[in-house]
């Protein structure tokens, strides 16, 4: 008879909670003996707080944020481990109606090419200081955040300061089409479906994707209490079995219908499926019938897309430090090295069969095709990743990196 673990998780009503969602509705949970709760919350800071408190045993995470819960710099910390990704991608630029305008008078193209747009939106922030107009709003959803990240590292490589140039604000997910329709701020980094609400509404424009700034990104992580993983051992590599097998289903095309409507449904997203549809199958709108191809936009099982690399841990630790929320030391370097766990990874998942890396880290940037790489278990393809402007990141390198990068 199997053993039946108790976990409860929360997550956010968004798209790359998918995997945790198939995980219960499909049975994956079930049949690895687990009972899994699923608590719906409306911001980050209730999920952070509630892991902290004891409410959850895991959690739907942004990636950046058991590192900053590790480093001492949120209310409530405490030793949060990340023993899996929940997936690639799945983030968006969205910008209001007269932005967009304004960028494409500018040379802005509706291709989601990172350095057009982003060139076209620095000329707009030069002539509206010229104008002496207040600078642009836009909106992220943590401190602690891919979408802050990747949006400053898309601003600064265009030549716009981050934090000079513009304004950065915090909004939860579900607001940010409101607030972009009410003018109360002009642009946000998101994920789905709220940039495809907004194109769909009427009330922005998709400027550019994740999976074109920072190509095989991870976005949301599996954030697990360390105390708890380290006293649950089985019950953690039975959930991240349930995890496997779901983000597998998720990520098969036949499957895509199906989970744009259990994800549709109340309990979860409770947001219409045709917000959902386009980025599953990688057809973002763009207004009216047009829609722009991206074929990773949202990753939940290829490329290794839930192994939780080392490198990922280190590079969202550079963007802490670039931007003055953490200082650089020896010490805080080695705390985000031991936060994301490929360790209880290969543990949980190698009687499965499925690809599993053997490195733990590697250089960001440096695959620029579809590669064959050493893995355990099935063959393993990976990229092409990397940066938009280039860039190379080698963790390896920490140092130099952190030194190279201008705030």
Known sequence: MVETHQI???????????????AKEMGFA?????????????????????????????AHMLAPMPIACNLGLTPLAVPT??????????????????????????GAEENFDPATTGHALRKVVLERVSQRKPPLRFAVVHPFSGHNYELRYWLAACGIDPARDIEIVIVPPPLMVDALASGTIDGYCVGEPWNTAAALLGRGHIATVKAAIWRSSPEKVLGAGALWAE???????????????AAKWCGDAINH??????????????????????????QLPIGGERTVPVSDFFVPFAKGATFPWKSHALWFYSQMVRWAQVQHSADNARIVHETYRPDLYRAALKSLGIALPVANAKVEGALTEATPVGSSGASLVLGPDGFFDGGLFDPDKLDAYIASQKQ
């Open 8 to 22: 409860t998780a929360g997550f956010m009503p968004l798209l790359d909670s998918a995997v945790l969602v198939t």
């Open 30 to 58: 079930e049949a690895e003996g687990i009972d899994l709760t699923l608590v719906r919350e409306m911001s980050w800071a209730n999920i952070r707080d509630r892991l902290a408190v004891g409410h959850f045993q895991v």
């Open 81 to 106: 481990v990340v023993p899996m990704a929940l997936g690639q991608g799945g983030n968006a630029v969205t910008v209001s109606n007269a932005v967009w305008a304004a960028m494409s008078a500018h």
């Open 231 to 245: 006293e649950n051992p089985e019950a953690l590599s039975a959930l991240l079995r349930a995890l496997s097998n």
């Open 257 to 282: 219908d199906d989970l744009a409507r259990i994800l549709a449904e109340k309990q979860y997203v409770a947001q219409p499926v045709g917000w959902t549809l386009p980025a599953l199958r990688g």
